[in-house]
């Protein structure tokens, strides 16, 4: 099966930079991904790392470590907008959906204060 | 405009009344999943579709079903619902590879 880890809770300030942890477990891998949902609503895909090092889309960066079973996502001159839950997913060709549906961890809930 | 759109929003209902909630996509997508979110469980995987007549188990299957008749349709059907399946639901498609998932904007299911 897989399993992916990451914070439950993370708080910053407006205008800091604040770095979201996932490790994940899988039998295979294929890419590891990020999501953004505010509260009440959809997710929406933020960034997707198939390869080792870091993809970065404006405020917003994505680093993996497949050696280390390892990738981060990291936000830069927080806003309060920021506010929401962040989810990592990993493709995995051996769990259910294969490689086209991922497997989602349980989210980080990210609070920006003023 | 590309979207995914699931309804209702919200569904009240009673143990043992079935019920289907609906998801299409006009992006002309293959794969196409829902997914089940509980406080402090993220989202779970119920049953996915790789395509046309091709549905298979998620992660937490039981209770649900689901068909894949036409390529834009992915409806969710709880033949009898338990307290249990209270949740909020999300159908998402995908053109599969490294293409991410679009969400609909779920649906809020309450059964009494």
């Known amino acids: 099966g897989q399993s992916l880890e990451q914070p439950s809770e993370v708080t910053a300030v407006e205008g800091a930079i604040v770095q979201i942890n996932c490790t994940y477990q899988?039998?295979?891998?294929?890419?590891l991904s990020w999501y953004q949902q505010h509260d009440g609503g959809a997710p929406t895909f933020l960034s997707y790392?198939?390869?080792?090092g870091l993809e970065e889309t404006g405020r917003f960066s994505s680093f993996l470590s497949r050696s280390d079973s390892y990738g981060y996502l990291l936000l830069q001159e927080l806003q309060m907008k920021d506010s929401a839950s962040y989810f990592c997913a990993v493709r995995d060709p051996h769990a259910s959906g294969g490689s086209y549906i991922p497997t989602f961890g349980r989210g980080t809930s990210l609070i920006v204060h003023p | 405009e590309a979207q995914v759109t699931q309804n209702p929003r919200y569904l009240i209902t009673v143990t043992g009344k079935k019920l289907t909630v609906t998801c299409s996509q006009n992006?002309?997508?293959?794969?196409m999943s829902w997914y089940r979110q509980d406080p402090g469980l993220g989202l779970r995987q119920i049953y996915y579709s790789m395509n046309v007549e091709v549905t298979d188990k998620g992660d937490v299957p039981e209770g649900y079903k689901v068909s894949r008749k036409e390529k834009r349709n992915f409806p969710l059907i709880l033949e009898s619902p338990s307290p249990n399946q209270t949740s909020l639901y999300f159908c998402?498609?995908?053109?599969?590879?490294?293409?991410?998932?679009?969400f609909g904007n779920g649906t809020r299911l309450t059964v009494t």
């Open positions: 992006m002309n997508h293959e794969y």
């Open positions: 899988t039998s295979g891998f294929y890419g």
């Open positions: 790392n198939a390869l080792d």
């Open positions: 998402a498609s995908s053109v599969g590879g490294n293409s991410p998932l679009h």
